[in-house]
């Protein structure tokens, strides 16, 4: 079998658009928390593609899809990838060092995504150590349980396109569980809160927009029907969900479309269409980005505060719940027509309940599995460190107190000018007032 070029080159380009998803992510996080937690915000997201490549170097790519535990891990044998044949080529014609690769920038953005959940209250130190964890002992086994042949829930027949399961649920109920330990800010709900940069939120949605086709069509790993399909699928449940979120903030929230809305919904049409992309056609693909962008719309507005954790950045209100609608729905919806890899049809198209409860089963599997040991993990790292950070640095903000650095020293002098105009405005009240006890006099 020979190289297939189109596939490698294909490839490429889809690895580096999805290693460019996480400074998007960066850019996206960084402006919707206040200017006191920016710097953290975007290190603790940009950080993780230094952490997370050297742990999928080390030990990532050895359990993923090395050897067989159980179905539920591969073995550490490779370490450093040492003795696995990186140009031995997969059934798309691509070396096995390029699939690597492809998949390691996949275990880069999975923890960055939830690290909007914990903003401004999370020490980084915590934080780095957990996503280690985190890392061997739920993602690792999450991508060797549904991606690798001898995986458990792959031997189910679990369906899974580019990481409903593995990626999007895994990290929104992450976010859940960090939030639940973590506890409310605590100025939580006490006044409204401002975004440092609404330009970088757009900045960072087109970026992720973009990335994810590389995340969502380079998960065909070649150039064929199915990247195209997914290609158009992803567009489709994107738009879908944008126009539907702001339609939702226009007549039932405040009457007024929002820049942070449409994003908002921008992003859970691509979370929700990710484990079905390459399986289902258009029209599957509109009605599972309206029914995410509902379901995170219902949660964020409704039950958020209704359960009472406090995920900052709704990181579980968008990639969980989007994610878990994608997941199960892709049971309705998928179709041999659109990918004839299939076993069989989803229940919308003829192939009865059974895809349909194997999605419902993973999914309620994925749920289990990731609160349970992200639940572990914290406990045990609770008794070695602290996980929050004390309240006068909260107070201060994480920038100055983990990092001793601002974001914008302009920023800064903007607030010395507001509070000069506002010393002044007092001032000059209490002398018009003095003025008018002159004229009655």
């Known amino acids: 079998m020979l190289l297939n070029l189109a596939n490698v080159s294909f490839m490429i380009l889809s690895t580096i658009l ?7 992510l960066a850019f996206f996080y960084g402006g919707l928390v206040s200017k006191r937690n920016v710097v953290n915000t975007m290190l603790s997201v940009y950080v993780l593609t230094g952490v997370a490549i050297l742990l999928w170097v080390i030990v990532g790519y050895s359990m993923s899809f090395e050897g067989n535990i159980a179905g539920f891990v591969g073995n550490i044998k490779h370490l450093f990838m040492a003795g696995v044949n990186m140009t031995k080529l997969t059934s798309t014609q691509i070396p096995t060092g390029l699939y690597a690769i492809f998949q390691m920038m996949f275990a880069v953005i999975t923890p960055a995504l939830f690290v909007g959940a914990v903003v401004g209250r999370i020490r980084f130190r915590f934080l780095l150590v957990f996503v280690c964890l985190w890392s061997i002992l739920i993602y690792y086994p999450m991508v060797h349980m ?19 399961t593995v990626v999007h649920i895994n ?11 973590l506890g409310k800010r605590i100025h939580y709900g006490d006044k409204p809160h401002t975004h440092y940069n609404l330009p970088w939120v757009l900045l960072g949605t087109a970026i992720l927009w973009i990335g994810w086709y590389g995340f969502n069509a380079g998960s065909a790993l070649g150039v064929n029907n199915v990247a195209v399909q997914a290609t158009i699928t992803t567009t489709v449940a994107t738009a879908t969900a944008m126009v539907a979120w702001m339609l939702l903030d226009m007549f039932t929230k ?18 929700g269409i990710t484990p079905a992309a390459g399986y289902v056609t258009i029209v599957g693909a509109f009605f599972i980005g309206l029914a995410g ?9 409704v039950l958020k505060d209704w359960i009472g954790v406090d995920d900052a950045l709704d990181a579980f209100g968008c990639h969980g719940v989007s994610g878990i609608v994608g ?18 049809n989803g229940l919308f198209y003829g192939g009865g309940w059974h895809m349909f409860l194997i999605q419902l089963t993973a999914t309620l599997g994925t749920i289990i599995f990731v609160a349970i040991m992200g639940s572990i993990i914290i406990k045990v790292m609770q008794l070695f460190m602290p996980m929050r950070v ?3 640095e909260e107070e201060l903000g994480l920038d100055m107190g983990e990092h001793g650095e601002e974001a914008d020293y302009a920023v800064e002098f903007s607030d010395d000018m507001d509070r000069y105009r506002s010393d002044m405005n007092q001032y000059s009240a209490e002398f018009q007032g003095q003025t008018g006890k002159l004229g009655k006099k």
């Open 171 to 181: 990290a929104g109920i992450t976010a859940f569980v960090l939030s639940a330990f």
């Open 390 to 392: 004390d309240r006068r």
């Open 327 to 344: 997941s199960i729905l892709t049971g309705l919806f998928a179709t041999k027509s659109v990918n004839p890899s299939l076993s069989g």
């Open 293 to 301: 962008t509902l379901a995170s719309y219902f949660f964020v507005n």
């Open 254 to 271: 405040n009457g007024k479309p929002t820049l942070v809305g449409v994003c908002t919904g921008t992003l859970c049409g691509l979370v």
């Open 146 to 164: 549904v991606w690798s042949p001898n995986g458990i829930l792959a031997k189910i027949g679990t369906v899974d396109f580019a990481g409903g």
């Open 18 to 24: 999805v290693l460019f998803m996480t400074p998007g």
